[in-house]
């Protein structure tokens, strides 16, 4: 590989940013040679992660149909040298495949054999794991022109030569790289915007991110224009950007500014290509806490759906779905871009199944709402003000008076794993979450201020236990009297739903493995297919919802498939791999990482295919003896509130992606410090953490663990007796 030259934020005049990207080209070794079928992608591709520019997650081939789906079987597969979360939907060009793993490492392989072609790595500082909310993931790639863009973690854009994957360019996307520059992650997929390539980034759920979304010139890297989803501290003066001045009277006159606003465009952009339009959703507002009225305002422009002007990056309509948002309820989920008849009357809209529980449908010229209904129960809210679009709250979930049973929690009634849309059938396939959450607020509770949940720590029912959470949060209500203030049951379901746009109506459900399941793909052919956390890809008719196949990879999936046609094959593919959202949770009890391990596979399929072989199974292993209990049961308990603000958003007690702590204190003995402290494991993505937790923390944090791990290893001694 040639030289590289880094473009830096845009803070040059735009002819200097035309002479470096011009450089950078020449440096990269000149203009890349096109792929025969980029620019004019055929009917046979997958050319966008969603598919098409609709982002409909549909495909019109139908080689594989309702009918002969018995004959599905495996055509290729290939292993991924990871065992974090994959999210990822490939993408399929003249033959070639193209996917991204962790970090934004991409892998390009013969989309018929599943032969490597090239892979390229990103060489990401695992320090930029720390902030990484939801696991070191990425969704997906661009592909235009001869060239491969994908986003790496630490915030730049990559430009790649399609054919061989050598480096063209790379651009610094991110709006600083200063004190707070950690703080930034991007997960989502760039998306090509006529000769733009657009980006937005992550960071809203720690504070000191100030969301937005760039746009690049396509062909060189040239900076063009940088939206701002919320406004800057008033003090520095009068705003940046003329949509900002009105929006920042929005935020109350105690916002503390030095938490960076939010309001992350980390996934779920779409473009328009006959109006001109870039669409894209925003994170929670930095941070999100239920405050009395004449502090907290609409927080313009986090939980909602914005348009802007490709050509200029100026505002053309916004739809907030969350005002003051206190609850995580990001509008960042995928949208897709259909025409629909409604009203006696066809109409282009926007469409997404919100993380709030709502089914919107827009107006995609205008943002006007055409309607809002629930696709789940809800209880945050009492509904949405057709006339205004606003939401009226409901007392029930306001957390300042007590523990409230929220529906849905902070993971969403539906998240980042995408939904579909079938013109053939009308209807639109949502993996729902039917996952509600207990949420406390913890402003004056000893556990205090929450890393990543600021001022409200949001539990999921499974893990509720009032005793053992009494030495954090205090005294708890039990659940079952949540749930009568509720008047819902609290359990968890992940479920797929088919809802008729127009109306509203779920016109079939079919309950899943777990709420974690993968996102959805349909097609002509009357299909619908779903991966699921027990490792099974799932084969459902389109109109009617019914169960036609499960087959079982033994890798849990959750990403959603794509389909594309080689040489008159028709093949699907799926990426599979535990983690994501689900980073901080363990192993769901059937799923296929419980079972099998979590090594990443990315997998392919077609007619008349083998039999799918299973990953060897795991055997747990014995609890490790623990050393000695350190310190007096005041630096037990004072290890316990940190290890809960810094340490429990990746590190759970039982099995998960990352290691189980109290086993790894048997085995680190002082390395621990140096892993903690100075980033021994930096490059394996344990970031250092000595900017937040001085040596006596780390002490607690330590005897904590040892504390924890006895207890675990004198329950599974007393479970051994007794077995005896």
């Not at 030259?5 to 735009?14: F, S």
């Not at 006895?710 to 479970?719: P, Q, T």
């Amino acid at each position: 590989m040639k030289a590289e030259r880094v473009l830096a934020p845009p803070l040059r005049p735009a002819v200097r940013w035309l002479t470096i990207a011009a450089v950078a080209v020449l440096l990269a070794g000149g203009a890349p040679r096109p792929a025969r079928a980029a620019t004019s992608a055929s009917a046979d591709d997958w050319p966008m992660v969603g598919g098409d520019a609709s982002g409909a997650y549909f495909s019109k081939l139908a080689q594989i149909d309702a009918r002969n789906v018995d004959r599905v079987g495996l055509a290729w597969q290939y292993a991924l040298p990871t065992t974090r979360g994959l999210e990822a939907t490939p993408v399929v060009v003249d033959g070639r495949l193209y996917a991204s793993g962790n970090w934004g490492k991409v892998y390009a392989l013969d989309a018929a054999s599943g032969r490597e072609l090239w892979t390229y790595d990103p060489h990401v500082d695992g320090q930029w794991g720390r902030y990484a909310c939801c696991d070191v993931v990425n969704r997906g790639v661009a592909v235009a022109g001869g060239i491969v863009y994908v986003a790496s973690l630490d915030g730049y854009l990559h430009a790649l030569d399609a054919n061989t994957g050598r480096l063209l360019w790379k651009i610094d996307t991110l709006p600083a790289r200063g004190a707070h520059a950690f703080h930034y992650t991007v997960t989502g997929a760039p998306v090509v915007a006529g000769n733009l390539i657009v980006i937005g980034n992550g960071g809203a759920d720690f504070g000191g991110a100030r969301g937005s979304i760039s746009a690049y010139d396509r062909h060189t890297g040239r900076f063009r224009w940088r939206f701002y989803t919320v406004p800057r501290d008033p003090a520095l003066g009068p705003q940046d950007q003329p949509h900002l001045q009105p929006a920042a009277s929005t935020w109350g006159s105690h916002y503390d500014w030095r938490t960076g606003g939010g309001g992350a465009v980390w996934d779920g952009i779409a473009y328009d290509a006959s109006l001109g339009l870039i669409y894209f959703g925003t994170a929670n507002p930095a941070p999100y806490a239920i405050g009395p009225d004449a502090r907290r305002g609409d927080e313009l422009y986090a939980a909602s759906i914005v348009a802007v002007h490709a050509e200029s990056g100026r505002l053309a309509w916004y739809y907030q779905e969350v005002p003051g948002d206190g609850w995580d309820y990001d509008a960042t989920q995928k949208m897709i871009l259909a025409r629909l008849s409604i009203g006696g009357r066809p109409r282009n809209v926007l469409m997404q199944a919100a993380k709030n529980g709502f089914f919107y449908v827009l107006d995609r010229r205008t943002g006007h709402l055409l309607s809002a209904r629930p696709f789940t129960f809800v209880n945050w809210t009492r509904g949405i003000d057709p006339r205004s679009g606003r939401p009226r709250r409901a007392p029930q979930a306001d957390y300042r008076r007590g523990p409230r049973l929220v529906f849905p929690g902070m993971a969403g009634a539906h998240s980042w794993q995408p939904m579909s849309y079938s013109p053939r059938t009308g209807l639109a396939y949502v993996p729902v979450i039917d996952a509600p959450m207990v949420y406390v607020g913890t402003a004056h509770r000893r556990a205090g201020l929450i890393e990543g949940s600021f001022e409200v720590a949001g539990v999921f029912t499974d893990d509720y236990d009032p005793a053992a959470m009494a030495s954090l949060f205090g005294p708890l209500p039990p659940l079952s009297s949540l749930e009568r203030a509720a008047g819902h049951s609290a359990e968890h379901r992940g479920v797929l739903r088919a809802i008729d746009p127009r109306t509203g109506r779920v016109v079939w459900s079919r309950r899943g493995t777990d709420p974690w399941d993968g996102g959805v793909l349909s097609s002509a052919g009357n299909l619908v297919i779903r991966g699921d956390a027990a490792g099974r890809l799932d084969f459902y008719a389109a109109d009617s919802g019914r169960l036609l196949r499960r087959i079982d990879v033994g890798t849990s999936i959750m990403a959603a498939p794509a389909t594309y046609r080689v040489q008159g094959r028709q093949y699907l593919v799926v990426l599979a791999g535990y983690g994501g959202g689900t980073l901080a949770s363990p192993f769901p009890g059937g799923s296929a990482a419980r079972r099998f391990g979590n090594a990443g596979r990315i997998l392919a399929f077609s007619l008349d295919g083998a039999a799918v072989p299973l990953p060897a199974p795991v055997h747990p292993l014995p609890f490790p003896r623990p050393p000695p209990r350190e310190g007096d049961a005041a630096r037990v308990a004072a290890g316990e509130v940190l290890y809960d603000r810094y340490c429990a958003r990746c590190h759970v007690f039982g099995r998960g992606v990352l290691p189980d702590l109290r086993r790894s204190v048997a085995n680190l003995g002082p390395a621990f410090y140096s892993i903690v402290l100075q980033g021994a494991y930096r490059q394996l993505g344990m970031a250092r953490w000595d900017d937040v937790l001085a040596r006596g923390d780390a002490e607690a944090i330590h005897a904590y663990l040892i504390d924890q791990a006895w207890d675990e290893y004198a329950s599974r001694m007393k479970g051994t007796s007794a077995a005896k």
